[in-house]
C-alpha cells in the first residue's frame, strides 16, 4: 500500500515556472513506476509524464515534452514535476500516481493503482 501525497501548486503567469512535490509512503515506493496525470475543468484526466522505478528512464505527453521534467528521489520517497513556460493551458488539477505492476513505464491511468488527492495549477495569461 502507498499513499500520496502533492504539493506544490499554485497561481503562475504564463511563461512563469512551478515544481510540484509527491510524497510516498511505504517501503515499496521505490519498487513502483511513478506518473503525473492532470485534468482541467470538464475535461478527462491525461497523461503527462511517469519515470521508472530507479529514475533511469522517463516518458512525456508531446504537450509537455521539453518544457517539464519529471524526477525522483527514492531515499526520501518522493516524486517531483518541473514545470517550466508554463502556459494558460497547463491549467489543471495534476495528480500524482504509483504504478506498482508493469514492467515498463506507463502511460494508461488504468495502471496505475495508487493516486494522490490532487494540486491545483493555475497558470494566468
Known amino acids: 500500500q502507498v499513499q500520496l501525497v502533492e504539493s506544490g501548486g499554485g497561481l503562475v503567469q504564463a511563461g512563469g515556472s512551478l515544481r510540484l512535490s509527491c510524497a510516498g509512503s511505504?517501503?515499496?515506493?521505490?519498487?513502483?513506476?511513478m506518473g503525473w496525470f492532470r485534468q482541467a475543468p470538464g475535461k478527462e484526466r491525461e497523461f503527462v509524464a511517469a519515470i521508472s522505478f530507479n529514475g533511469d528512464s522517463a516518458d512525456y505527453a508531446d504537450s509537455v515534452k521539453g518544457r517539464f521534467t519529471i524526477s525522483r528521489d527514492n531515499a526520501k520517497n518522493m516524486v517531483y514535476l518541473q514545470m517550466n513556460s508554463l502556459k494558460p493551458e497547463d491549467t489543471a488539477v495534476y495528480y500524482c500516481?504509483?504504478?506498482?505492476?508493469?514492467?515498463?513505464?506507463?502511460?494508461?491511468?488504468?495502471?496505475?493503482?495508487?493516486w494522490g488527492q490532487g494540486t491545483q495549477v493555475t497558470v494566468s495569461s
Open positions: 511505504g517501503r515499496k515506493f521505490r519498487d513502483y513506476h
Open positions: 500516481a504509483a504504478d506498482s505492476s508493469s514492467f515498463y513505464v506507463e502511460r494508461r491511468l488504468d495502471v496505475f493503482d495508487y
